[in-house]
């Protein structure tokens, strides 16, 4: 199969939003409107579709429940966010879905939905790469020789895992947003449910959809949709395209008059079900100067090839697929390409082990340096990563 045709598929979609007012029965619809399409906007992304001509003002309105969704990394930024995102320059976003509270879940949970956005105003585009939950990688703080970067949060927080994708594509990370999936249902059910034409046809828990019959879920429907992947001939990359499905729908979703009608409902689960270190200032700056910049978006895919390695199925991306990720990501981002060491499949038996390698340092991709102190990719890393 062409690789570039399976890794690639395009999509998409619009947005808007309030300011207080004494007299509620004179308030705009247009200004929660507007609020919504940002919540829509920053909850997964997409929210960077494009924004109606509004004045700034009107976003004030949702602040407080913002600012509570507010959360500092360990990981030091490798770029100066703030003069990126105050020059316009492209910048990019780590999208985390957390499968906490999901369908009954509650412990901290693992990282199933991992997805790097570039937005970059100059080219009016966005890009989503989305990482396989089963990916095998190197975790930042893990003693274990490898593991599966969906657990990079279970095992580190936040920090491991903005950390762990960094080591692996050699980008810069330099916003995150964490999204719990349980939240996911609330959400759907807060906008009144939401219309899909399914990919394909499965009864899974609360799933029972027809390839090709629109249907309108409900909150439960909707996750049991977006997290079914055992039956889908496409595994994992299957259910990503459903995820994404799912989402655009809730922001398509969240502009109608319906959803306005339940503003307070859809902010209180923003609020409890949403993590990021954007400051409301950010967001602010963003919904400024990069409306326009989703004018065209384009999804990729890290490729891996199954393997069962000690017992337990991973997916394996080679050396030569991470390096053109990287490439396309860094090249999203105004960057020339890393210069540093890509490593394939990763042995536990050490640096002669490794294989797949784009470079003749076989497993110089990872230092012990990384495992104790996040963001640390080796002693040598700001020349690696060129930013």
């Known amino acids: 199969m062409n690789n570039n045709n399976k890794n690639e598929f395009s999509t998409s979609s619009p947005l808007r939003r309030r300011e207080d007012n004494h007299d509620h029965r004179r308030r705009n619809p247009h200004k929660k409107r507007r ?6 906007l920053i909850v997964v992304l997409i929210l960077f579709y494009g924004a109606g001509v509004y004045a700034r003002s009107l976003i004030g309105a949702a602040q407080q429940t913002l600012d509570k969704t507010y959360q500092k990394t360990k990981v030091k930024k490798l770029r100066n ?78 920090s491991a895992a903005i950390s762990t994708v960094q080591n692996t594509l050699h980008i810069p990370i330099d916003f995150y947003l964490l999204v719990n999936m349980g939240g996911l249902s609330k959400l759907v059910n807060a906008v009144g449910g939401v219309s899909i034409d399914p990919l394909l046809t499965f009864h899974y828990s609360y799933a029972n959809v027809t390839k090709g019959k629109t249907v309108t879920l409900n909150g439960n429907e909707a996750l049991a949709y977006s997290r079914m992947r055992y039956t889908d001939p496409e595994g994992d990359y299957g259910r990503q395209k459903r995820q994404k499905q799912v989402i655009e729908a809730i922001v398509s979703k969240l502009l109608t008059i319906s959803s306005i009608s339940n503003f307070q409902k859809i902010l209180n689960t923003v609020k409890d079900n949403m993590q990021t270190d954007l400051t409301f200032n950010d967001m602010m700056t963003i919904e400024t100067n990069y409306k326009d910049a989703a ?93």
Do not use: C, M, W
Request: glycine share 10%; hydrophobic share 25%.
């Open 35 to 40: 609020v919504l399409s940002l919540i829509g």
């Open 81 to 158: 966010v703030s003069q990126i995102l105050k020059k316009k320059k492209p910048f990019s976003i780590l999208l985390l879905g957390t499968d906490t509270g999901d369908l009954g879940r509650t412990d901290k949970g693992r990282t199933d939905t991992i997805i790097v956005a570039t937005i970059n105003p100059k080219t009016k585009k966005a890009t989503l790469t989305s990482i396989p939950r089963d990916t095998q990688v190197k975790i930042t703080g893990s003693s274990s020789s490898y593991d599966k970067i969906n657990s990079a949060y279970t095992i580190g927080g936040t």
């Open 295 to 387: 004018g065209t978006i384009k999804s990729y895919v890290l490729q891996g090839e199954d393997a069962t390695i000690g017992g337990l199925s991973y997916q394996v991306a080679t050396a030569a697929e991470k390096q053109k990720i990287s490439n396309k990501i860094r090249s999203e981002l105004g960057l020339n390409p890393s210069n540093a060491t890509f490593v394939g499949q990763i042995s536990s038996y050490g640096s002669n082990s490794t294989y797949g390698s784009s470079s003749s340092s076989s497993y110089g991709a990872y230092s012990s340096s990384s495992r104790s102190t996040y963001g640390t990719y080796s002693s040598s890393s700001p020349s690696h990563y060129g930013y």
